[in-house]
């Protein structure tokens, strides 16, 4: 087999070389056909069953190799319908089998191809250089999506366009943060907005804060107490014993009573007792009075005939000397020890008056008899007479000698008038006056009217009481304190009004009657809810006169509720000094202080209010402070009484919200704490009227043509104007505005708003969620109605700062045209098949089809440049996509001439060397032959 087998496996040589031969020559014959996939040449060797010493390398089996996703290079090309792949996708194509009726068969059959020169035919279809048509996925013109999943030959109309009316206007835009309006000043604040409050139709309508407090009378203020008013301008300072001296004397009538309030300059006060006291006398023994000169004792002692009654008195025959102690002996020895004789220091006519003493119980004689003796007097025993002391209190001085709680003694007993044993009435006074004479005074001893008594059964008036003692001599008594209600007027004015006050509040109970000076006078007022009229007696102890403190005796009269006004009602009704009322308007802070004395100094950055008045001139001076004080937003505010009552307005400041609030109870008396909303409100349109305000206080936002549905062009214009900010308290919020009719007149609407607010944050963009889209119901312009539209923001709106204060629009377009005439057609490079009119609108009409394949060089090849697909390359994969397309390009072959002649050389060497071997074969079995010759 040898020389044989050589020969065979050189005659196989020569066909395979012969073979890659014939695919050199057909690459380079289509080195410039349109996506043309060169074929390469791939041997493989044969080997002879042997054993394995025995083996040769035996014959050689040329096959074909395909290149079909070896990519030729891209060319751009003017025509447009040009497509290649950058991928290894294949264009789904299809020939034609006939005609019918002037219109082009198709079996349904696909093909693939690179080949990208389509062109368009009589008929409207896409058809390459090789006679093949292109397939896709038409596209539905309303929508924009693809239609169908199965491809289809792509047919194109050249008919007219049909108008479409515009649906979708697609707007990016960038809004200044500070729109330089015409109306914008830098040192106006917030002369950039909008100011809906300034035209025709605002809807919802603006607001400006707006506080409503309370309405007279109310729960807290029911009347307007009495007020009492000196007469002179004092200073605080002052002296009180300028004013006052000491032991003066106020009956005050405050809350339905009256008190003694006494005036103490010198630190010991005076006692509320009146009294007056009575010594009393012993009780005397019976005595007989008789008379005898001196001259004529002898003869009384001679005659010895001296009888007292009827008892003889032996003057002489009992053996006494005739002198007066002689006559006494013998009288006091006749009658017994138990009688005495005295010789009074008075005379008679010159006679010695003498005193005879009988023991108590015993009967003076009615006689007495002797010479020249004379009788003058017989007189029984007597008891004696009691001591009194009279007590006279001033009804008015009751309560405030109750409340002293320091006991008073009358004679030295102790009298514990205070709570809780005895009442602060006359009928205690008199109890606590019984008990404690009843306990320390000699038996014997009475208190009249006597207890108990039964209450309110003592006569009106002054408490009178009478205390009586047993019969016999006794020292006077005298009464050490009973002070009753004492005013401190050792100090200054301000020390003795204080002392008044505090002395009222606690006779009364009353805690908010006030005795102080306001304005520099003397002012004492009632307690808040006390109906009660004011009055005034004065009684003055030294040498000033007049009425003490320089108040007016009245009565001074409240005001019943039903009668209270703004000008009649006292601020401090509502307010007490110092309190604090703080508004905050916006992010600043302002702080009032309540003055209701005229004598306040307010603390470091806050604002004085006068409240030393009436009710209505402490709002008006809250007015001007907040007009002074409160900045920009409360320039124009305004505080007044009316028929609901006390109302703060802010007029003009429709952009900060205000909360007042403050300390003690000034804001929540007054009924204004709270927080009052500011709003801009809105404009859903802008009339005619307003139309030049409207341009100076808005910003052009571009313009765009859009079309109704019979194909009638709109200039559609845009406005924005910006509503709130961040500066003024708010969020940074602009509404949109078209131009519905620019020749509407009066208070017909010229510009509508889009029903949208645009708001955006501190960096820029709109507030979460944003706005994607917005839908106008019945957008129309001009008279021409274009129907429901959307406005799209899919490429976001923004704020950010922007020099020229101008919007800056990066995209603004619309869906709809007008009708247009077929022109041209293109193939985009996402694969779109692309009709182009004469209204300048480019319809996409079709989807290019692409197909891969998992073994795209197992593919039949087939003339046109076109493959058909077999069991070994797989089903195609279908790309709808247009992934990998580019229009306006040719692939161009894949063939390399510089290649394609290397490979040239190669194998005609190969060839050459094939036909040796054949020779030597030849001349081997030539020489066997011979041999067998």
């Not at 008195?313 to 020890?337: C, D, M, V």
């Not at 709680?405 to 009928?427: D, H, R």
């Not at 000699?442 to 009478?466: K, M, R």
């Not at 779109?832 to 394949?853: D, K, L």
Request: charged share 15%; aromatic share 8%; hydrophobic share 40%.
């Amino acid at each position: 087999m040898g020389i044989y087998g050589a020969l065979s496996s050189a005659v196989t040589g020569l066909r395979a070389q012969s073979h890659a031969l014939e695919n050199i020559s057909g690459n380079i014959a289509n080195s410039q056909t349109t996506g043309y996939k060169r074929v390469e040449t791939s041997f493989v060797d044969l080997i002879p069953d042997a054993p394995l010493k025995s083996q040769v390398p035996g014959a050689v089996l040329a096959q074909s190799r395909a290149t079909n996703t070896i990519q030729g290079d891209i060319q751009t090309s003017t025509t447009e319908t040009f497509i290649a792949l950058n991928t290894n996708g294949f264009f789904v194509v299809e020939p034609k089998v006939g005609q019918s009726d002037g219109n082009a068969v198709f079996a349904g059959s696909n093909f693939y191809t690179r080949r990208g020169d389509f062109q368009i035919d009589k008929d409207g279809l896409l058809v390459n250089g090789a006679g093949y048509y292109l397939k896709g996925l038409d596209i539905d013109l309303k929508t924009g999506n693809i239609s169908g999943s199965v491809p289809g030959v792509i047919r194109l109309s050249n008919a007219f366009l049909p108008a479409n009316a515009t649906r979708i206007i697609e707007y990016q835009a960038n809004l200044p943060q500070l729109p330089k309006t015409a109306s914008y000043k830098a040192t106006q604040p917030h002369s950039e907005l909008i100011k809906p409050w300034t035209y025709a139709n605002p809807s919802p309508l603006p607001a400006y804060p707006q506080a409503e407090g309370v309405d007279l009378p109310n729960a807290d203020v029911t009347l307007v107490p009495a007020r009492a008013f000196g007469t002179s301008p004092l200073n605080g300072t002052e002296a009180a014993a300028t004013l006052v001296d000491d032991g003066d004397r106020l009956t005050t009538t405050i809350g339905g009573s009256t008190y003694n309030l006494w005036f103490d300059t010198d630190g010991n006060p005076n006692s509320a007792v009146q009294y007056s006291a009575s010594v009393g006398s012993d009780p005397l023994p019976p005595q007989v009075h008789f008379s005898i000169a001196d001259s004529n004792l002898g003869s009384l002692h001679a005659n010895d005939d001296l009888y007292i009654g009827s008892v003889h008195i032996p003057f002489s025959s009992g053996g006494f000397a005739p002198t007066k102690a002689g006559l006494q002996q013998a009288i006091e020895t006749a009658l017994g020890p138990d009688y005495s004789v005295f010789f009074e220091y008075a005379t008679v006519n010159g006679r010695q008056l003498i005193e005879l003493t009988y023991p108590f119980g015993a009967t003076p004689a009615s006689t007495v008899t002797g010479t020249n003796l004379y009788f003058e007097s017989s007189a029984p025993q007597s008891s004696g007479s009691s001591a009194q002391t009279q007590l006279t209190i001033s009804e008015h001085d009751i309560v405030g000698l109750h409340r002293s709680a320091e006991p008073f003694e009358i004679g030295g007993i102790a009298i514990g008038f205070s709570a809780p044993a005895y009442p602060a009435t006359k009928e205690g006074l008199l109890a606590a006056i019984t008990d404690a004479f009843a306990a320390s005074a000699p038996a014997g001893t009475t208190v009249s009217p006597a207890v108990p008594i039964a209450p309110a059964t003592l006569p009106a008036g002054p408490f009178s009481a009478t205390i009586t003692y047993p019969a016999g001599a006794r020292t006077p008594d005298t009464v050490v304190g009973g002070s009753s209600t004492v005013v401190d007027a050792t100090g200054d004015v301000d020390t003795v009004l204080a002392s008044m006050e505090a002395q009222l509040r606690d006779l009364t109970g009353d805690a908010t009657l006030f005795v102080k000076l306001v304005n520099e006078r003397i002012t004492v007022s009632s307690g808040h809810n006390d109906p009660d009229p004011l009055q005034f007696v004065s009684a003055r102890a030294g040498g000033m006169a007049g009425d003490i403190l320089g108040l007016d005796p009245g009565p001074h009269a409240a005001i019943p509720g039903s009668a209270m006004t703004a000008l009649n009602t006292y601020a401090d009704l509502l307010v007490n000094d110092n309190d604090t009322l703080v508004v905050r308007i916006g992010d600043e802070e302002h702080t009032f202080s309540f003055d209701t004395d005229g004598r306040q100094t307010p603390a470091a950055g806050e604002h004085e209010i006068n409240a030393s008045g009436s009710l209505a001139e402490m709002l008006a001076s809250l007015q001007a402070g907040l007009r002074a004080h409160g900045g920009w937003a409360a320039a124009a505010a305004t505080v007044s009484y009316g028929p609901e009552g006390i109302a703060i307005g802010f007029p003009g400041n429709y952009y900060y919200d205000v909360t007042i609030s403050g300390s003690a109870s000034a804001a929540n008396k007054l009924g204004i704490a709270g927080t009052y909303p500011a709003a801009t409100g809105g404009l859903p349109y802008i009339t005619a009227a307003d139309g030049n305000r409207f341009l100076n206080e808005s910003i052009e936002g571009g313009a765009v043509t859009a079309y109704a549905e019979n194909g009638a062009p709109v200039n559609v214009q845009m406005r924005w104007a910006k509503l709130d900010s961040g500066a003024a308290d708010g969020l940074d919020t602009w509404h949109l505005y078209y131009l519905a009719d620019s020749k509407a007149t009066g208070g017909s609407p010229m510009w509508m708003r889009v029903d949208q607010d645009y708001v955006f944050g501190t960096d820029g963009s709109l507030v979460p969620p944003g706005v994607r889209e917005v839908t106008i119901d019945d957008f129309r312009v001009g008279g021409v109605s274009i129907g429901k539209v959307t406005l799209k923001h899919e490429g976001g709106m923004s704020q950010f700062a922007d020099v020229n204060g101008t919007v800056s629009v990066s995209k603004l377009t619309q869906n709809g045209y007008g009708a247009g005439e077929f022109l041209s057609v293109a193939i985009t490079d996402a694969g779109r098949v692309v009709a182009t009119y004469s209204n300048g609108e480019r319809i996409e009409m079709a989807q290019v089809v692409t197909a891969q394949f998992n073994g795209a060089n197992l593919l039949k090849r087939l003339d046109g440049g076109v493959y058909e697909a077999t069991s070994e390359s797989g089903e195609p994969i279908l790309d709808l996509s247009g992934s990998g397309i580019i229009g306006g390009a040719l692939e161009a072959s894949n063939t390399d001439i510089s290649d394609e002649f290397t490979k040239l050389i190669v194998t005609q060497q190969a060839y050459s060397a094939g036909t040796r071997i054949v020779s030597v074969a030849d001349e081997m079995l030539q020489e066997a032959l011979n041999m067998v010759r």
